[in-house]
């Protein structure tokens, strides 16, 4: 079955059409958003030694501290997809989630590739035999799940299971 619906705009949603941002306000916003995200990286650089004497202390691995910089970092756009699913926005709240994943994902990786060149170091992505095989179970379900052009909430509900799974096992080896 499929859920075009939920994509649609609700009825009677008579949200007036905004005209494309000034010159300024373009400006404005995208000086903000680079304010914010030096904002969180800071936090994040900053954070780290706290939680690597955390995890160290816990006797968790060290992979532990990637995964708590990955949450914070995806945490504002997180908030913000949730906000908007329980305000029956699922489209915008699909499209904040993984948005903010695929950007931070897909601007991360060439930026650690572009450093790694620049500073003639060898790059490793630090995926073990249980990693690899968690990804590519992602991508083999991504494939099944998207591929069919129909989604349920059993294929969704596969995929946080996987997750749990990757967390479990970054956290017990």
Same mark, same amino acid.
């Given at each position: ?5 939920? &994509? ?14 000034? &010159?300024?306000?373009?400006?404005? +916003?995208?000086? *903000? ?31 532990? @501290? ?23 926005? *699922?489209?915008? +709240?699909?499209? %904040?989630?993984?948005? +903010? ?5 897909? %601007? ?14 060898? %790059? ?19 494939? @099944? ?22 967390? &479990? ?5």
């Amino acid at each position: 079955m499929r859920h075009r619906d939920y &994509f649609l705009p609700v009825e009677g949603d008579d949200a007036p059409e905004h005209e494309p941002p000034s &010159f300024r306000t373009t400006l404005i +916003s995208a000086t *903000l958003l680079l304010t914010a995200l030096i904002a969180v990286v800071g936090l994040a650089k900053t954070l780290t030694p706290t939680l690597e004497a955390g995890v160290a202390g816990l006797g968790a691995p060290e992979a532990v @501290v990637g995964i708590a910089i990955a949450a914070l970092v995806l945490l504002p756009e997180g908030l913000a997809a949730l906000r908007a699913a329980r305000a029956n926005r *699922l489209q915008t +709240s699909l499209n %904040l989630a993984l948005g +903010s994943a695929l950007a931070t994902i897909g %601007l991360t990786i060439p930026a650690v590739v572009a450093v790694s060149i620049a500073l003639r170091q060898p %790059l490793e992505l630090g995926l073990g035999q249980k990693e690899g095989a968690l990804l590519a179970l992602t991508l083999l379900l991504g494939v @099944v799940t998207l591929g069919t052009g129909r989604t349920t909430v059993l294929q969704g509900i596969v995929h946080l299971i996987v997750f749990a799974a990757f967390l &479990f096992l970054a956290v017990v080896p």
